[in-house]
């Protein structure tokens, strides 16, 4: 069966390219509808900042190999079930899914590999279920407590997610830093208490005594400089959760200063794996259970910047990149 993939193909390059895709008899092919891009890892892929050295995820299916070019590369996609499988149930025909795959025309995944999109929900707005799912991992690693002053770094779209997710806590103070205007507008939107510039966070926190600083602290801004700020940002026995993924870029922390005093604990956050204090009752199944509640309630509208066809995604790539129009998150629709 015949289909266009997706590939980055060399820096700052993306190709469409003719593939084939041949199920086995316990897989359903799905007709691609719309996928979402990930202005974070797709981005640090196509500015050729990412490791090849590290597989591409050894949790999900549908990506195999490492991040060496040429390389498919995605994890949001949208569409129709059009074919099944001869050990599939009937039944699974003209249901709309969502799986963890690459942009491409159509593609094949075992029924226990795809979500139903739930009524509630549109396929546009699906396409975000990683990033909420992303968002209540974080705040599951991150365990925020009743009164806690709790500040973000970055709102971008999963950082935006993390703050409507933290909002539904009784927190003291939310608070989160962005250098672009529009996007700490949203995060006021989406249940932020206050939304500071990088440079406003220090008069902000300064603010806060007995105890001084914050409680609970999220990176993610994708910036490496933006980890010193959180750390400076983090009180007395605070936590600082990173969940930012830096790619090949260095991070370098000033842990000469108040850090050790203040017994700052700096903690990495991933999606595909869970934190081994929640494994005995959490599962990822569960977490997207939680995280489709959630998504149900989001106004993805709000967050849904740009649509672009599949045949255009070289657009699509340069508006992320270049950050033209402010861009949160982009949308690959397909017809």
Not at 50 to 64: H, K, N, R, S
Not at 242 to 258: H, I, Q
Request: hydrophobic letters at 40%; charged letters at 30%; glycine letters at 8%.
């Amino acid at each position: 069966m015949e289909r266009t993939s997706l590939y980055f193909t060399a820096p700052r390059t993306v190709e469409r390219r003719p593939t084939s895709v041949d199920p086995d008899p316990d897989e359903v092919v799905v007709e691609t509808r719309v996928s979402g891009i990930s202005a974070g890892t797709e981005l640090l892929i196509y500015r050729d900042e990412a490791p090849t050295d590290v597989p591409a995820d050894e949790t999900l299916d549908a990506l195999d190999g490492d991040l060496t070019y040429p390389v498919r590369y995605g994890y949001a996609a949208v569409g129709d079930v059009v074919a099944t499988g001869g050990r599939v149930a009937d039944d699974w025909l003209d249901r709309t899914v969502f799986g963890f795959n690459p942009h491409e025309t159509r593609f094949a995944a075992a029924p226990d590999a795809l979500v139903a999109v739930p009524e509630d929900v549109s396929p546009e707005a699906m396409t975000m279920a990683p990033s909420v799912e992303t968002a209540t991992s974080l705040v599951l690693d991150g365990r925020p407590r009743v009164g806690e002053r709790v500040v973000v770094f970055g709102a971008g779209v999963v950082g935006l997610c993390t703050v409507a997710r933290l909002a539904e806590f009784p927190l003291d103070r939310l608070v989160a830093v962005d250098p672009i205007a529009a996007r700490r507008e949203r995060a006021r939107d989406l249940g932020a208490d206050a939304a500071v510039g990088p440079g406003g966070i220090a008069s902000v926190v300064d603010g806060w005594d007995d105890p001084d600083g914050a409680d609970l602290v999220f990176e993610l801004s994708g910036q490496p400089e933006a980890l010193d700020a959180a750390v400076d940002a983090a009180g007395y026995d605070s936590r600082v959760v990173v969940g930012s993924w830096y790619g090949d870029k260095p991070a370098t922390l000033d842990l000469g200063t108040d850090f050790h005093r203040d017994r700052v604990s700096v903690e990495s956050s991933q999606v595909s794996t869970l934190d081994p204090e929640t494994r005995g009752r959490w599962s990822k199944p569960r977490r997207m259970d939680v995280a489709l509640d959630c998504l149900g309630r989001l106004d993805t509208e709000s967050l849904i910047s740009h649509r672009v066809p599949f045949g255009e995604a070289t657009e699509a790539y340069r508006l992320l990149d270049e950050r033209a129009d402010d861009p949160l998150q982009v949308l690959l629709t397909y017809e």
